[in-house]
Antibody, heavy 118, light 110 residues
Framework: EVQLVESGGGLVQPGGSLRLSCAASGFTFSIYSMNWVRQAPGKGLEWVSYISSSSTTIYYADSVKGRFTISRDNVKNSLYLQMNSLRDEDTAVYYC???????????WGQGTLVTVSS | QSVLTQPPSASGTPGQRVTISCSGSSSNIGSNYVYWYQQLPGTAPKLLIYRNNQRPSGVPDRFSGSRSGTSASLAISGLRSEDEADYYCAAWDGSLSVAVFGGGTQLTVL
């Protein structure tokens, strides 16, 4: 069974940092690109970042560029999101998402809540 | 506001057919595949339609997708109470090099 389990969310003050992790199981993690997608409370989905299977290609949404860093460890079957200089508007549930290319986002984690507040 | 435009809400009665539109531009819908995701209340999104009109295994054929020019639509026929959810369209934007989502459409089954 495909599983994506996020962790690392929590309450952080504006300007602070947080590192999210996503543990993947039930599929060959190393051959899939991955994404982070977030959803602010009561709002829609917002794509955050993409990383290719070998980490050679990385993209970020303009809203997080220069503050967030996506990475992965194919030995540990894990995806990460280092979030720095956090702002109130970064408050959201962050989903770890498997990218099957032209077949779409075929697996989603349950999400981890990040709350940025003083 | 979102790069892709969807109506914020839609509704229908059981058994009815409803459609949800998604409008974009030549750099996203006009030149890349469209995807649809269903988010049931309190759950993570799930892939509903890929490559404009393909259904993953397990998705009922009541759900169908189409694309024409810079717009796409999701049709749900034989509406059921369990279809009550938020629906999002998505595509890759080649000019921005980002994935873009619509703002989402909340479907109510009356």
């Amino acid at each position: 069974e495909v599983q994506l389990v996020e962790s690392g969310g929590g309450l952080v003050q504006p300007g602070g940092s947080l590192r999210l992790s996503c543990a993947a199981s039930g599929f060959t993690f190393s051959i899939y690109s991955m994404n982070w997608v977030r959803q602010a409370p009561g709002k829609g989905l917002e794509w955050v970042s993409y990383i290719s299977s070998s980490s050679t290609t990385i993209y970020y949404a303009d809203s997080v560029k220069g503050r967030f860093t996506i990475s992965r460890d194919n030995v540990k079957n894990s995806l990460y999101l280092q979030m720095n200089s956090l702002r109130d508007e970064d408050t959201a549930v962050y989903y770890c998402v498997r990218d099957s290319g032209r077949d779409g986002y075929t697996a989603w984690g349950q999400g981890t809540l990040v709350t940025v507040s003083s | 506001q979102s790069v892709l435009t969807q109506p914020p809400s839609a509704s229908g009665t059981p058994g009815q057919r409803v459609t949800i539109s998604c409008s974009g531009s030549s750099s996203n819908i006009g030149s890349n595949y469209v995807y649809w995701y269903q988010q049931l209340p309190g759950t993570a999104p799930k892939l509903l339609i890929y490559r404009n009109n393909q259904r993953p295994s397990g998705v009922p054929d009541r759900f169908s997708g189409s694309r024409s020019g810079t717009s796409a639509s999701l049709a749900i026929s034989g509406l059921r109470s369990e279809d009550e959810a938020d629906y999002y369209c998505a595509a890759w934007d080649g000019s921005l090099s980002v994935a873009v989502f619509g703002g989402g459409t909340q479907l109510t089954v009356l």
